[in-house]
């Protein structure tokens, strides 16, 4: 996807894209649609309820993209100087606790990426091609499988 990327580990996987890959079609794809909305909006159309801008001070740099199905989706991205969205950390929110486990995974996953920013790769997936092109509406790429 255009200006959307993932950390990827030196030799190894993207968390976020094995994350994104292992949801059910249907939550996977709504997620999906999600992050390309997330490509063409500016920061300052980032609002709830389908985006949160972290207020404390050590995590202003991050935002969180929600979804839910029958289950609740998170994704930790922030957006670099350059416009591009980076995604740090995808998971499923049972409890409070978890949102913070995973700003505080982004936060480190963030100070990697300072030190070696070619581990920040172009997101990638199969559907995303659909949704691309352009001449699909969202309710067309909803129901495209795998």
Do not use: C
């Not at 580990?9 to 999906?32: A, H, M, Y």
């Not at 404390?56 to 957006?79: A, C, G, Q, S």
């Amino acid at each position: 996807m255009e200006n959307i990327k993932v950390y990827k580990p030196p030799g190894g996987v993207s968390q976020v894209e094995t994350f994104i890959e292992g949801l059910e079609p249907k939550l996977r794809d709504k997620l999906v649609w999600q992050i390309f909305r997330l490509s063409r909006t500016p920061p300052a159309g980032l609002k709830e309820p389908h985006y949160k801008h972290f207020s404390i001070e050590k995590y202003r740099d991050l935002y969180e993209l929600r979804e839910k199905n029958h289950i609740v989706i998170r994704v930790i991205f922030t957006v670099l100087p350059n416009g591009e969205v980076l995604l740090l950390h995808a998971f499923q929110k049972r409890q409070s606790r978890d949102t913070m486990q995973a700003l505080e995974r982004s936060l480190k996953l963030l100070s990697l990426l300072r030190e070696h920013p070619e581990h920040a790769v172009e997101y990638t997936v199969p559907i995303a091609k659909a949704t691309a092109e352009g001449s699909e509406s969202h309710s067309d790429v909803k129901g495209k499988g795998e």
